[in-house]
């Protein structure tokens, strides 16, 4: 009987090849992780520091709040914003999901049709913007 014969091989080399993949995945997650940084620097100066030094001017406190909702007629315009905000992200978000499905089925000219329906309103809004502050 042989020492050493295949079916012992393979089995010693299956969880060497399992811990090579689990290191890249490793070093995968490590890399999106790294790719985070630059995004969460980015809303921490663009979205929470100027929440915070407003929240420091205007001080919303306990009493502002009271006063805010304590009317009901500020009380309904909140709920209806709030309601019209969620009714707007649900609907959003159900078309972009089909959209989205539809331009990963689509190929050749329809998916570039689609790319473009996708990326013209934000060349629309630089135009305006750019004519705005050249004046008409």
Known sequence: MPIHDASSTVSWSRPIASIGRLAARRRASAGWTLALIPFICLTAIF???PLVDFLERYGFHGDTWRSVLGSSGERSILMRTLVIALEVTLVSGVLAYFYVAALLRA??????LLIFAAVVP?????????YEREGW
């Open 122 to 130: 934000f060349f629309t809004s630089l135009l305006v913007r750019s």
């Open 47 to 49: 979205f929470v520091a």
């Open 107 to 112: 190929r050749g000219v329809v998916r570039a």
